[in-house]
């Protein structure tokens, strides 16, 4: 990973846009946030770029004329306003993504979108918004943790959804089953996540995090809507779930309010799923 200066096309594009934002009398702030804030771009980065207005009124003004604004090359843009107001991407000549978000300093993102890295600033309050964000962004990283109470509503979901999953299957509804299993995926993803690697899961750069053996049983988990694959998915969840709650009671005990038989019970109506598709 290097810094954005470390990449010629996406540091000389940053510069340009730079150099024609802060030409504008009404921007009092630049800042980056993403993977181009913390030191850890690639050539496939995006740059995540935020524009700080001084009112609202000259954000506006400036945001009706986004058409034609003096960017560098592009090949294509488009408003992102199903994330957010104000909010535009482009890709620029060769191959460089920059989302650009305009903000004012009553509208400028709190810390859980940071860190941030602020590259130009009129107002002292740019400076202290960017220390205190960054502060406030590290110590919730190092603190999250996944509540005993949040474990144990999990363990309960996963196995009523697996239910669910038997009956849908039983009466070929595969589409619903297939369309609804990042849930129950989602729960294993984070357990793992938090007891094994880090405090929130991530789909991105996944591959540089989790080991290859667990990501092979990660993959899996994305069934198709077809009678077999949707089983051995729901058979390989069982004992996933399985095996991260023996991890878990390692380390708080018999926290659980699902019994083992009611999980056997689950277990063999999948596998009488199975017998019955041989």
């Known amino acids: 990973m290097v810094v954005l200066e470390e990449l010629p096309e996406h540091s000389r594009i940053y510069s340009e846009l730079e150099t024609f934002f802060k030409s504008l009398s009404s921007v009092i702030g630049i ?11 690639d050539q496939y980065s995006d740059i995540d770029l935020g524009v700080v207005f001084d009112t609202v009124e000259n954000m506006d003004s400036f945001w009706k004329l986004r058409w034609d604004w003096k960017l560098p090359r592009w090949f294509h843009r488009f408003d992102a306003d199903h994330v957010r107001d104000h909010f535009i991407i482009y890709l620029f000549e060769p191959n460089v993504k920059v989302d650009i978000v305009l903000y004012t300093l009553d509208s400028i993102p709190p810390p859980e979108g940071g860190p941030y890295l602020l590259r130009y600033a009129k107002e002292s309050k740019l400076n202290t918004w960017e220390v205190t964000s960054n502060s406030q ?44 299993f990042f849930m129950l995926r989602g ?92």
């Open 187 to 278: 729960i294993v993803e984070k357990w793992i996540a938090h007891f094994k690697y880090q405090s929130v899961f991530r789909t991105r750069r996944l591959e540089g995090v989790f080991r290859s053996k667990d990501l092979d049983e990660l993959k899996h988990l994305f069934p198709t809507p077809e009678e077999e694959s949707l089983i051995h998915a729901c058979k390989l969840l069982i004992d996933l779930t399985i095996e991260l709650r023996n991890e878990i009671g390692v380390k708080f005990g018999n926290i659980w309010r699902t019994s083992d038989s009611s999980i056997e019970k689950i277990r063999q109506d999948f596998c009488s799923l199975l017998r019955s598709e041989s």
């Open 137 to 180: 962004s590290k110590s919730k990283i190092l603190s999250s943790s996944l509540e005993l109470e949040e474990i144990i509503h999990d363990d309960e979901r996963m196995w009523a959804w697996l239910y669910y999953c038997y009956l849908h299957i039983a009466r070929g509804e595969y589409y619903t089953v297939a369309t609804d």
């Open 31 to 41: 800042f980056l946030s993403g993977s181009s804030a913390i030191d850890t771009m």
